[in-house]
């Protein structure tokens, strides 16, 4: 009699409407600790556990049910930052629907730009867009039905509240084959209108594996998490520690002041945030209370992370084996190389390299201007190959296509090098290539080793394609022009440093300073 055969690998999918339920079943009542109520259910408080997550979950799956929301339609979750934008993600991925996050960061504008993108979509969200940043747009024509999600919902024009449904009968789970879209997040925007990026569940399963095995080593401890919720990362960050039962604290607002009593309660063991988000932690290295002395496990996505800022955070953690994990990659592939940093090699790490392929699910190279792999230590255009690529993006196939190659090597857009062992250094973006300085980031590393009082620290093109460093200081305090002449002495030359407040910087959902936009507005005069 023929065996049954195994499920194929690319049969294999990652899916996000029964995680919590899931986790339930098998942990039982883990707690989360939110630093704020959720929207849709105020009532829970803060102090939550997987069960009444899950619960949540499918209450809210019924209601968009009983609302009409079907398989395989696209349902917009754009709202004010909370954690229920997770909840909401599930609940629509639960009966089969796409669901389509957008930051709540978004102009309005830029929404109805990308809503135009989608066909016709359900749209989940608050009175406060809908009365703030949406207000001018003509919303109807865009989208099939509003339905907001506040408990004040009832009062604002053109929307149906969620709670109208509260209390419909279940909803049965529907289940989309693994390789039709099962997600839609968008670019990080850094260089104009983002991009829609079309998931499925068999590329979540292939970002999802491998970062489970990076997880085993700190399965079950506590995970403090400050990330985009509208990020694909944050989703399979959850998928692993679901998996292995970590309780959670999903913070919102990350304030050093509201962040250290949560920290100093819960003593995590693990944190992940944005590396911007890493560099204003820097004061909580030394907090009283000691808030980051149980960390065994940091963790650093979307962007490249300060040498600086990981010798603090691993300086503060009292455990004997700690270290950070960086992982380099974007929305389209997900992780494509990743790096561990610990106490003894940041010492002389260079922030510029960012890791190894993830051996069995990435591979990536190095290519000269004629699409030849380069030789070791020879700056290039950096590409990868991956299972856990997106479909396409949508309302953009051909830009998508120009992306890859016929082997299917997708072009990151940026610049860097491997050394003769493999490991890939990182340049810069392409666009932000500036020709008298080799490299914007590793003068920015330098900058901030060695004038501690920085926050950040932008290298961006001014008018003449002159390097401009722009620079915020800690607590507002003016830049000190002789340690910056000292600091700056042996490095490439550059025009006098713009000091911004931090908040004036541009940025992305994940905090990724948008630098083309610090250079227009450099251009248009926005800044002194």
Excluded at 10 to 26: I, K, M, N, S
Excluded at 102 to 108: E, F
Excluded at 233 to 251: K, Q
């Amino acid at each position: 009699m023929p065996q049954p055969q195994q499920p194929l690998l690319a049969d294999r999918g990652f899916y996000l409407g029964p995680v919590f339920r899931r986790a339930a079943d098998r942990h039982g009542a883990v707690f989360v600790t939110l630093d704020r109520p959720l929207d849709v259910s105020p009532e829970l408080g803060v102090d939550l556990s997987y069960s009444q997550l899950a619960d949540v979950v499918e209450e809210l799956s019924a209601r968009l049910w009983a609302a009409g929301v079907r398989p395989s339609e696209e349902v917009v979750v754009h709202k004010t930052d909370n954690v229920d934008i997770v909840l909401l993600t599930c609940a629509v991925s639960r009966i089969g629907a796409v669901p389509v996050l957008l930051s709540p960061g978004l102009a309005g504008p830029v929404v109805g730009q990308l809503l135009t993108r989608l066909h016709r979509p359900w749209l989940l969200t608050d009175t406060a867009k809908l009365t703030g940043p949406l207000a001018e747009l003509d919303l109807p024509p865009l989208v099939r039905r509003i339905l907001a999600v506040n408990a004040d919902a009832a009062n604002t024009v053109g929307a149906e509240p969620l709670a109208m449904y509260a209390g419909a009968e279940p909803a049965n789970a529907v289940r989309l084959h693994p390789r039709e879209p099962a997600l839609i997040t968008h670019s990080s925007g850094t260089t104009g209108i983002p991009k829609l990026a079309v998931h499925c569940a068999n590329s979540m399963w292939n970002r999802l594996v491998p970062q489970q095995a990076m997880g085993w080593p700190t399965r079950g401890e506590t995970a403090a998490l400050h990330m985009s919720f509208v990020h694909s990362r944050f989703y399979h960050l959850l998928g692993v520690l679901l998996h292995f039962g970590s309780p959670l604290l999903l913070i919102t607002d990350p304030a050093p002041a509201a962040v250290r009593p949560l920290l100093v309660r819960h003593r995590p063991g693990i944190v992940e945030t944005h590396p911007n988000t890493f560099v204003l932690w820097e004061e909580l290295a030394d907090a009283p209370g000691q808030p980051l002395s149980r960390v065994r496990s940091y963790g650093s996505t979307f962007d490249a992370i300060h040498p600086r800022t990981v010798r603090r955070l691993l300086g503060a953690s009292k455990r004997r084996s700690a270290w950070l994990v960086q992982l380099y990659g974007q929305s389209e592939t997900g992780p494509v190389a990743v790096q561990w940093f610990t106490r003894r090699s940041v010492a002389k790490a260079d922030g510029r390299r960012v890791g190894i392929g993830i051996p069995g699910f990435t591979r990536v190279r190095v290519t000269d201007d004629n699409g030849r792999p380069a030789a070791p230590g020879t700056p290039g255009r950096i590409e990868a190959r991956t299972r856990g690529r997106i479909l396409t993006y949508l309302g953009a196939p051909e830009q998508y296509r120009r992306q890859l190659d016929g082997d299917g090597w997708w072009q990151m857009g940026d610049m860097g090098y491997r050394s003769r062992l493999g490991a890939l250094y990182l340049i810069d973006r392409e666009i932000d290539r500036i020709d008298s300085v080799h490299s914007n980031l590793e003068v920015e590393d330098t900058l901030m080793d060695r004038l501690e009082e920085l926050r950040e620290v932008v290298i961006v093109p001014g008018a003449d394609r002159e390097p401009v460093p722009v620079v915020c200081v800690r607590d507002e305090v003016p830049l000190d022009p002789e340690r910056w002449r000292r600091a700056t002495a042996d490095l490439p030359a550059m025009a006098e440093p713009r000091q911004w407040r931090f908040e004036e910087l541009p940025m992305t959902a994940t905090w990724k300073v948008k630098r083309v936009e610090i250079t227009r507005m450099l251009a248009e005069g926005a800044r002194t």
